[in-house]
């Protein structure tokens, strides 16, 4: 197995994997002036309203900064006067049935499965203050695998309505809330198994009255689409392909509501009422992670892993268009392999691989407007780049982040540092930037 999975590791980042938005359980200015999910209001990294510092350090525009203890990659998201965020906490309570990690058989990347219990925990704090206003744990276990060192256990970002607070720790379950801490329900969907026991890490979609969860895993793959107010299944359908951590994007178009999702095989577009193949396409490369992002009539489709590939896909498609005409353009250089790419009113940035290399395309003709320029100041980028204000900023594993402005040219304002080494995508609402470090979530603001 080649040392570029090494990548596949973060997935927490994937991440995680989020999209969909949907306006029938919230009106649009509520979604606009939050970041309800992994990928914010439209899924592509993107808030109309929000409007961040430009500059910040320790111990500058820093509105506070609060210790989150445990382990957890995904994305804090916002509603109201709230933040939400998910983390592991390894209770060291030691299951002596189960071999300790040293007497293990060595795997790949060193890694080992838990013998300790974890409790799998939810955690609100106020958005002014930092403070925490309640916490659950939703549930108690020992894993039945491990993940790699930059991955973890909690690493698919939670999404709301407003009403209600979805939380997904994979093979440990799925969890509903109400906003206050209540347990609605919850759903245990069974184990997982990655590849290399790599982590889990594709969050999940809301759309309306329905939850999406996508498993691509090592046996066998599936979609399932829940009742989001009971958590009862609406329908099920495998999938024939194997890891991958793509968060799937949800859109309305041609008379129907499709989930798309990316893997190695093949792009899918499901019909979310019934669970029918709508189109697909074929022509990424492995380990698909980055979500799909639509501009338009479009999606955009990306992997980075042991290759390169980016396909531009009409949402008007019909049956299996691989190597067709029916694909407006593709690009086959300098895609990511964990972040997603951020799609910003006609131009669409990524990095190449997990270095920070940056493109910048135009998203009508794949044009290129910034070809894959080395970033200064980061080196290794596991991060989802967003943007506001006509901002860009991009943060790297070192805790830096970068703002340029969204121009036709490469335009650096400000480099930022924090004391921290950052893998979850940022979140951005009002005048805040929100940045989850492996030891604190940082609240950036003037």
Avoid at 225 to 240: F, H, I
Avoid at 260 to 288: E, K, M, P, V
Avoid at 343 to 351: E, K, Q, T
Wanted: proline residues 4%; negative net charge; contains cysteine.
């Amino acid at each position: 197995m080649s040392n570029k999975i090494i990548s596949t590791l973060g997935f927490a980042l994937f991440c995680v994997a989020f999209s969909a938005f949907n306006l029938q359980a919230q009106s649009p200015n509520e979604a606009n002036n939050n970041w309800h999910q992994w990928r914010g209001p439209e899924a592509n990294g993107v808030s109309r309203t929000a409007k961040p510092p430009v500059e910040w350090s320790e111990t500058k525009n820093i509105q506070w900064k609060s210790e989150i203890d445990g382990k957890g990659s995904s994305t804090p998201i916002v509603w109201g006067d709230k933040v939400f965020i998910l983390t592991a906490i390894n209770t060291g309570q030691v299951d002596a049935s189960l071999a300790k990690p040293e007497d293990q058989p060595k795997r790949i990347f060193g890694i080992t499965f838990p013998n300790t219990l974890y409790q799998f925990v939810v955690i609100c704090l106020d958005r002014k203050t930092g403070k925490e206003i309640w916490r659950d744990i939703a549930t108690e276990a020992i894993p039945h695998e491990g993940t790699h060192n930059d991955n973890d256990f909690a690493s698919a970002s939670p999404t709301t309505d407003g009403k209600r607070l979805y939380c997904w720790f994979g093979s440990a379950g799925l969890f509903c809330y109400d906003l206050s801490g209540t347990k609605l329900w919850q759903r245990d969907l069974g184990q997982a198994h990655i590849g290399a026991s790599l982590g889990e890490g594709c969050s999940p979609v809301l759309h309306g009255n329905k939850l999406v969860i996508v498993r691509d895993q090592s046996r066998q793959s599936t979609i399932t689409v829940l009742n989001a107010k009971t958590g009862k299944t609406l329908w099920e359908k495998d999938r024939d392909e194997q890891n991958a951590w793509a968060t799937p994007r949800v859109i309305e178009h041609s008379g129907k509501t499709q989930v798309i999702t990316t893997a190695s095989n093949f792009i899918r577009s499901y019909d979310l009422d019934t669970g029918d193949i709508i189109w697909q396409c074929s022509g990424l490369t492995g380990n698909s992670i980055p979500c799909p992002v639509v501009e338009g009539d479009v999606v955009y489709c990306m992997t980075g892993y042991e290759g390169y590939s980016l396909l531009a896909i009409p949402l008007s498609s019909k049956g299996d268009i691989s190597e067709s005409d029916e694909i407006i353009w593709s690009v086959n250089k300098g895609t990511p392999y964990i972040p997603s790419p951020l799609l910003y009113d006609g131009m669409i940035y990524f990095n190449q691989s997990n270095q920070a290399i940056l493109s910048c395309l135009d998203t009508k003709t794949g044009d290129s407007i910034i070809d894959r320029t080395r970033l200064n100041g980061i080196s290794n980028i596991y991060c989802s780049p967003v943007g506001a204000d006509n901002h860009v900023y991009v943060t790297g594993r070192n805790g830096t982040t970068l703002v340029l402005q969204r121009t036709q040219d490469l335009k650096i304002l400000a480099t930022n540092s924090l004391d921290d080494r950052i893998n979850a995508s940022p979140a951005l609402a009002g005048n805040q930037l929100f940045l989850r470090g492996i030891k604190y979530l940082y609240c950036i603001s003037e």
